[in-house]
């Protein structure tokens, strides 16, 4: 008997399915009011990133991420260099344009860049991954975490800034070291066979390139479920077929994701542990920030912690550090790997990421206390 495709994709997405059962499970033995799971949902952040999974879609599909990697291909010949031009604007853009949006820039660029060339793909986009992360630490905008951070701690925007450079700046000086040694030494060489020469779409990209704009500002003033609504307008009268190759289960997973993870932070076990941790001293509170956030991710361990934790700064570094490591530290992770869609993607981000984050973790500590 044939199985019908869509169930063999899902099938395949075990990630999702792992979290919706765990979800499911906790619903059952733990049951909660409505508004609990409507809370856990983030509707949001899902918002966010729908609007933010069109927007990308219509790029590629207009053409313009080809042409802007053949571009970009065309005037930088060196492996390393190359490497270290991407890893230095992912970082940057993250400052501004938050970690989740870099990546959905840099990351179908960098697909296209490895179509026509011999970059390693998947090197680069693990290095985005870590330089997103890296980066968005310095911003009080350039994450989740920091964004709840900031408006918590009621700092100005430049006292954050100024407060996280010392963090950001071991992390970076780690990462371009990083892609120095990894990247090959070589030239860049051009499959000019493989070099799409097909015009751009302009209306596709206009469009495209318009929702984005808008929607990252709807973002950043918190309205990002009412973005995400009038960006589908346009899309379903004027570019339906955009919409049928947006990656729907990559949404369903984060949906599953911040479902389980939000009712695990919330059960009774886990704040009673919470409770016997010695949170004042700076050490424990560092440890227990990065140790949480590779279970739950960094964005959930924030929340989790920061009605325990008497030092809201402290906490903010180690969630940052956290972010490293495991793919679940950071949603960010799971959105490069996911688009870069790559075979053993995440064991190879592993076996770099979590290396990383053994070095980079005691050198933030002791900058930071030195420095404080």
Same mark, same amino acid.
């Given at each position: 008997?044939?199985?019908?495709?869509?169930?063999?994709?899902?099938?395949?997405?075990?990630?999702?399915?792992?979290?919706?059962?765990?979800?499911?499970?906790?619903?059952?033995?733990?049951?909660?009011?409505?508004?609990?799971?409507?809370?856990?949902?983030?509707?949001?952040?899902?918002?966010?990133?729908?609007?933010?999974?069109?927007?990308?879609?219509?790029?590629?599909?207009?053409?313009?991420?080809?042409?802007?990697?053949?571009?970009?291909?065309?005037?930088?010949?060196?492996?390393?260099?190359?490497?270290?031009?991407?890893? /230095?604007? *992912? +970082?940057?853009? %993250? @400052? $501004? !344009?938050?970690?989740?949006?870099?990546?959905? #820039? =840099?990351?179908?660029?960098? &697909?296209?860049?490895?179509?026509?060339?011999?970059?390693?793909?998947?090197?680069?986009?693990?290095?985005?991954?870590?330089?997103?992360?890296?980066?968005?630490?310095?911003?009080?905008?350039?994450?989740?975490?920091?964004?709840?951070?900031?408006?918590?701690?009621?700092?100005?925007?430049?006292?954050?800034?100024?407060?996280?450079?010392?963090?950001?700046?071991?992390?970076?000086?780690?990462?371009?070291?990083?892609?120095?040694?990894?990247?090959?030494?070589?030239?860049?060489?051009?499959?000019?066979?493989?070099?799409?020469?097909?015009?751009?779409?302009?209306?596709?990209?206009?469009? /495209?390139? *318009? +929702?984005?704009? %808008? @929607? $990252? !500002?709807?973002?950043?003033?918190?309205?990002? #479920? =009412?973005?995400?609504?009038? &960006?589908?307008v346009p899309f379903v009268l004027l570019e339906r077929s955009i919409l049928a190759r947006v990656d729907w289960l990559l949404l369903a997973t984060f949906a599953a994701i911040f479902l389980a993870l939000g009712h695990f932070a919330e059960l009774g076990v886990v704040q009673r542990a919470l409770d016997g941790l010695d949170l004042e001293n700076p050490l424990t509170l560092?440890?227990?920030?990065?140790?949480?956030?590779?279970?739950?991710?960094?964005?959930p361990a924030t929340v989790l912690l920061l009605r325990h934790a008497p030092d809201a700064m402290m906490l903010a570094v180690a969630v940052n550090v956290g972010g490293f490591g495991l793919a679940i530290g950071s949603l960010a992770n799971l959105i490069a790997l996911r688009l870069a869609g790559q075979p053993r993607g995440a064991r190879l981000l592993h076996l770099v990421?979590?290396?990383?984050?053994?070095?980079?973790?005691?050198?933030?500590?002791?900058?930071?206390?030195?420095?404080?």
């Amino acid at each position: 008997m044939h199985t019908p495709s869509w169930i063999a994709r899902l099938a395949q997405e075990r990630l999702l399915l792992c979290f919706a059962l765990l979800a499911a499970v906790l619903a059952v033995a733990d049951p909660r009011p409505l508004a609990d799971y409507q809370r856990w949902l983030q509707a949001p952040t899902l918002a966010g990133l729908l609007g933010l999974l069109i927007c990308i879609q219509g790029i590629r599909d207009s053409g313009l991420v080809q042409h802007a990697a053949a571009a970009l291909l065309e005037r930088t010949h060196s492996l390393r260099g190359l490497g270290l031009l991407l890893v /230095s604007m *992912a +970082a940057v853009l %993250s @400052m $501004v !344009l938050t970690n989740d949006v870099s990546l959905f #820039l =840099l990351v179908p660029m960098t &697909l296209a860049i490895g179509r026509i060339s011999n970059v390693p793909v998947m090197r680069v986009v693990v290095l985005e991954a870590l330089a997103v992360n890296a980066g968005s630490t310095l911003s009080p905008i350039g994450n989740p975490q920091n964004l709840l951070l900031w408006q918590y701690m009621h700092l100005p925007f430049l006292t954050f800034v100024r407060t996280m450079l010392p963090v950001f700046g071991v992390m970076f000086v780690l990462l371009l070291l990083l892609t120095w040694v990894w990247m090959p030494r070589g030239r860049v060489v051009l499959h000019a066979e493989d070099i799409d020469g097909h015009p751009i779409s302009a209306s596709q990209a206009i469009l /495209s390139i *318009a +929702a984005l704009a %808008s @929607m $990252v !500002l709807m973002m950043e003033h918190n309205h990002a #479920l =009412l973005g995400a609504l009038l &960006l589908l307008v346009p899309f379903v009268l004027l570019e339906r077929s955009i919409l049928a190759r947006v990656d729907w289960l990559l949404l369903a997973t984060f949906a599953a994701i911040f479902l389980a993870l939000g009712h695990f932070a919330e059960l009774g076990v886990v704040q009673r542990a919470l409770d016997g941790l010695d949170l004042e001293n700076p050490l424990t509170l560092y440890i227990t920030g990065i140790a949480t956030s590779q279970v739950i991710s960094n964005v959930p361990a924030t929340v989790l912690l920061l009605r325990h934790a008497p030092d809201a700064m402290m906490l903010a570094v180690a969630v940052n550090v956290g972010g490293f490591g495991l793919a679940i530290g950071s949603l960010a992770n799971l959105i490069a790997l996911r688009l870069a869609g790559q075979p053993r993607g995440a064991r190879l981000l592993h076996l770099v990421s979590i290396p990383f984050l053994l070095v980079c973790a005691p050198l933030v500590y002791l900058v930071w206390r030195w420095l404080g």
